[in-house]
């Protein structure tokens, strides 16, 4: 037996009796051994969420939404969601050169995907995102997962912005501490026990402040957005 399932190009539904419907419904075709093409029809809605979580990443972030579906079923999502970059009916390698493109003119993207059509440009991207419910092939292309909250994606992009923070901090205290002890030691201006304390003051300043991040990443875990 031969199955096909996906889009009407794909499953050769182009000249199908329906083809050309126009209604609001997401919709796959499944095609079996060279029989006429059937069309599957699915209802989607947006999440609780989804408009406070889009609206939080558009104060930091330019948003593009890609997608397989028709263009007016993307169209209505975009707007519902005040999104004002999308495109519908988008392949796997147009998402892929669409990735490239931006990357080209020196955007660094970070791509959150959950489909097969999604994988090449997950690759592609600076950095990616896959749910958890997502298929495999999507996972073994992004470079983090999360579970699926779409709220979890404003904790993730808050903390990796926390975390370099903290990075560059550290990295302040220690150079200041190394260009004011080093000098002293070399010129026997302190004693030695003195300066294995303050080294380890030093280190102790540093694990402190890496553990407010684990503080911070509570509170954001717990607030809304």
């Known amino acids: 037996?031969?199955?096909?399932?996906?889009?009407?190009?794909?499953?050769?539904?182009?000249?199908?009796d329906n083809a050309k419907n126009e209604d609001d419904y997401l919709e796959v075709w499944f095609k079996k051994n060279g029989n006429t093409p059937k069309r599957l029809i699915f209802k989607d809605e947006l999440r609780d969420?989804?408009?406070?979580?889009?609206?939080s990443l558009q104060l930091r972030y330019d948003l593009f939404l890609l997608s397989g579906d028709k263009n007016h079923n993307v169209k209505k999502i975009a707007e519902e969601l005040n999104i004002k970059n999308y495109f519908g009916e988008k392949n796997y390698q147009e998402k892929y050169n669409f990735v490239q493109e931006l990357s080209k003119y020196g955007k660094k993207v970070l791509m959150v995907g959950d489909g097969l059509n999604d994988s090449l440009a997950l690759?592609?991207?600076?950095?990616?995102?896959?749910?958890?419910?997502?298929?495999?092939?999507?996972?073994?292309?992004?470079?983090?997962?999360?579970?699926?909250?779409?709220?979890?994606l404003v904790v993730i992009f808050k903390s990796s912005k926390l975390s370099v923070n903290l990075i560059k901090q550290n990295f302040t205290l220690s150079i200041i501490y190394n260009s004011i002890a080093i000098p002293l030691a070399i010129m026997g201006k302190v004693n030695p026990i003195i300066a294995a304390i303050f080294m380890s003051i030093s280190s102790i300043t540093v694990i402190l402040n890496s553990l407010r991040f684990a503080v911070k990443k509570t509170s954001l875990e717990k607030s809304n957005y």
């Open 49 to 55: 969420e989804a408009k406070q979580v889009i609206k």
């Open 1 to 16: 037996n031969e199955i096909w399932l996906g889009n009407k190009s794909w499953c050769s539904a182009d000249n199908a």
């Open 123 to 152: 690759k592609a991207s600076y950095a990616s995102i896959s749910p958890k419910t997502s298929i495999a092939i999507s996972q073994d292309a992004s470079d983090a997962i999360y579970n699926g909250n779409l709220k979890s």
